[in-house]
């Protein structure tokens, strides 16, 4: 009685496919587990990690904003400073301007005192003509001192000589 009935046999085959899908089942089951160790975690990682980039973006829009509004208030008064530099400037040439003309005024007014300035040449020279002659006359003075007053040694004596006869 080992004949085999035509009915068995789909039955062992249809127990057999029940144990590989169940076998198939169960390592897919533990081979989702072990993505679920890898996928979610690295999907919290990533939701994190994207949570901070938008936090540090926003961060970045607000720092660029204030920077915007800084460097538009720095401009306003950048603007203010160089338009009274711009005055100033229109000032200072103006100024120049005037002192090139006194320069030239002076350049003119010197240009008159070279023959001036000759004429000085020659009044200085008679000038030291005259120191000299005034020293040779002092010099001439100092002899006549000298010889008045020998003079009056020389003749003193016998003067008062003759003053005592004389009775005035």
Do not use: C
């Not at 590989?20 to 390592?27: C, D, I, K, N, T």
């Not at 999907?43 to 926003?58: K, M, S």
């Not at 711009?86 to 010197?110: C, W, Y």
């Not at 003075?141 to 020389?154: E, I, K, P, T």
Request: hydrophobic share 40%; charged share 20%.
């Amino acid at each position: 009685m080992s004949e085999k009935s035509p009915e068995d046999s789909p039955q062992v085959e249809q127990v057999s496919h029940e144990d590989e899908y169940a076998r198939l089942s169960e390592v897919f089951e533990s081979s989702a587990r072990r993505w679920e160790l890898i996928i979610y975690p690295s999907l919290f990682a990533f939701i994190v990690l994207a949570l901070y980039g938008f936090y540090l973006i926003y961060n970045l829009q607000r720092d660029v904003h204030y920077l915007a509004i800084s460097v538009d208030t720095n401009m306003t008064t950048l603007a203010g400073n160089m338009q009274s530099v711009s005055r100033n400037m229109g000032q200072l040439t103006t100024n120049v301007r005037a002192m090139t003309v006194s320069l030239d005024a002076i350049d003119r007014k010197v240009g008159t005192l070279e023959p001036m300035l000759t004429n000085i040449h020659s009044m200085d020279q008679s000038m030291r003509a005259m120191t000299q002659t005034t020293g040779s006359l002092n010099a001439a003075a100092q002899g006549m001192n000298l010889h008045m007053y020998r003079m009056n040694r020389d003749i003193g004596k016998p003067m008062r000589v003759f003053n005592s006869f004389v009775p005035w």
